[in-house]
């Protein structure tokens, strides 16, 4: 990702900080992102996405007196340390849209308002939390919009034609609003980040339809074709995706060449 799309957010807002989680590699980036955020002058906070099960990680969040914890996602980079943190912060709600996500649904805590936004797509329980502090707000992503890259589509729990719909929502939210997202920096633009995505996952499709217009009969054909540079610790990723725009073209465009999705 390049340009003003990705233009990093110079400062944080004052009531918001980040607690990287120390569990670099190819699909978490430099790590998993933990927000801490909290009003001035309020006691405790709002923590989203604890991560992986890390004490030293999970203890020093758990120091911030946590009011509520948010969830964008059930991948372990996000939530595999969750049971440790009930214990260290047992005082928290907790927020796991996979019990349940009411899009619209408005949570307040440590003064802030937060408002869930259902965004399936990366996998399907992902959500985002629009949040406001006075008339500040930013916009929580988890991994539907990262700090830097693009996102997999985590076919078959994630779902292209979903995704593509979710960036549409988050575009839409207006400009200038901040992205704090799973991975990698905060970004200034939601609108011009989500609006990016959109653009290259059109790019990706139209490379698809040629790849299968040219003689690609599977996964691995299409691979070659459409990521012929993609490096091995990120090839898997890359093949959920690839299957995600097949089952995406099957559906919609109803075309037998796009059905052998476990074929190689």
């Known amino acids: 990702m390049t340009g003003s799309a990705t233009t990093p957010l110079v400062d944080l807002p004052g009531w918001v900080r980040l607690f990287r989680a120390p569990n670099p ?82 949570l307040r805590a440590a003064g802030l308002t937060i408002e869930i936004v259902p965004t399936p797509g990366h996998t399907t329980d992902s959500t985002c939390y629009l949040v406001s502090c006075g008339d500040e707000r ?55 980040a989500a609006e990016f995505y959109l653009a290259h996952r059109r790019v990706r499709l139209g490379q698809v339809r040629a790849a299968l217009a040219d003689g690609a009969t599977g996964v691995d054909t299409v691979l070659a074709r459409v990521y012929p540079d993609i490096a091995p610790e990120v090839r898997p990723a890359a093949e959920l995706t690839v299957r995600a725009q097949l089952a995406y073209l099957r559906d919609r465009e109803h075309n037998p060449s796009f059905e052998p999705l476990d074929t190689t």
Not at 31 to 49: F, I, K, R, Y
Not at 144 to 165: F, I, K, N
Request: aromatic share 2%; net charge negative; with cysteine.
């Open 25 to 106: 590699g190819p699909m978490t980036l430099t790590g998993t992102n933990s927000w801490v955020l909290g009003a001035p002058g309020q006691d405790g906070c709002v923590v989203v996405d604890p991560g992986p099960a890390d004490e030293e990680h999970l203890a020093a969040l758990a120091g911030e007196r946590p009011r509520l914890t948010l969830i964008t996602h059930d991948h372990p980079d996000h939530v595999e340390g969750l049971d440790r943190w009930r214990a260290l912060a047992p005082d928290t709600r907790l927020h796991q849209p996979s019990r349940g996500t009411v899009d619209g649904e408005v």
């Open 138 to 192: 930013v916009i929580l992503t988890g991994d539907t919009v990262l700090g830097a890259g693009t996102t997999v589509v985590m076919w078959p729990d994630g779902d292209l034609g979903a995704y593509l719909a979710s960036l549409a929502r988050l575009r839409d939210l207006g400009a200038g609003l901040p992205v704090l997202p799973g991975h990698g920096p905060a970004l200034a633009d939601c609108a011009a």
